[in-house]
T-cell receptor, first 112, second 110 residues
Framework: DGGITQSPKYLFRKEGQNVTLSCEQN?????MYWYRQDPGQGLRLIYY???????QKGDIAEGYSVSREKKESFPLTVTSAQKNPTAFYLC???????????FGDGTRLSIL | DAKTTQPNSMESNEEEPVHLPCNHSTISGTDYIHWYRQLPSQGPEYVIH???SNVNNRMASLAIAEDRKSSTLILHRATLRDAAVYYC???????????FGAGTTVTVRA
């Protein structure tokens, strides 16, 4: 079945470490997105990519980095510059424009 | 960004219809109305979207007011699996991102 796979489901990070969250899709979608969700809150956009080798900052990009070397992959790196990284991270993809976004099941990141 | 207003929570009985209201008085002509829902510890799931006309799909119906300043998501027969947070989102036709608010938490009683 086509869909979006995020891994790992749970991730723990020591302070000062960078960590990379994986997002893979086999839906042949051009656009991909990363969101962050804090407890009891809605989602906030971190980065998005409309096409391979191109990406744009979202509303809360500071302390994060991304790459889009392949159409099916959009990894997110949470750097040590992100002062409050504990959150639920969600990856999504869409055909583009106003078309619906399909979400993965998320990665929950915690700081040790 | 155009904003939406939703009730914090709603309760329903199983197999009864659920009507979820959303106000969006500052909607622009190119804003689509999207609805997503999120079950606990899962990613959001697309439910339905529309621009001006009412829309139906296998999950729900979307009723859009004539002036487009409000809309209602209708779940025709609620099941326990419909218990989730429902988000009403305005999305410009040329905008890639979704802006999520706090949503409406729907509880379904057996």
């Amino acid at each position: 079945d086509g869909g979006i796979t995020q891994s790992p489901k749970y991730l723990f990070r020591k302070e000062g470490q960078n960590v990379t969250l994986s997002c893979e899709q086999n839906l042949n979608h051009d656009a991909m997105y990363w969101y962050r969700q804090d407890p009891g809150q809605g989602l906030r956009l971190i980065y998005y990519s409309q096409i391979v080798n191109d990406f744009q900052k979202g509303d809360i990009a500071e302390g994060y980095s991304v790459s889009r070397e392949k159409k099916e992959s959009f990894p997110l790196t949470v750097t040590s510059a992100q002062k409050n990284p504990t959150a639920f991270y969600l990856c999504a993809s869409s055909v583009g424009g106003h078309q619906p976004q399909h979400f993965g099941d998320g990665t929950r990141l915690s700081i040790l | 960004d155009a904003k939406t207003t939703q009730p914090n929570s709603m309760e329903s009985n199983e197999e009864e219809p659920v009507h979820l209201p959303c106000n969006h008085s500052t909607i622009s002509g190119t804003d689509y109305i999207h609805w997503y829902r999120q079950l606990p510890s899962q990613g959001p799931e697309y439910v339905i979207h529309g621009l001006t006309s009412n829309v139906n799909n296998r999950m729900a119906s979307l009723a859009i007011a004539e002036d487009r300043k409000s809309s209602t998501l209708i779940l025709h027969r609620a099941t326990l699996r419909d218990a989730a947070v429902y988000y009403c989102i305005l999305r410009d036709a040329n905008d890639y991102k979704l802006s999520f608010g706090a949503g409406t938490t729907v509880t379904v009683r057996a």
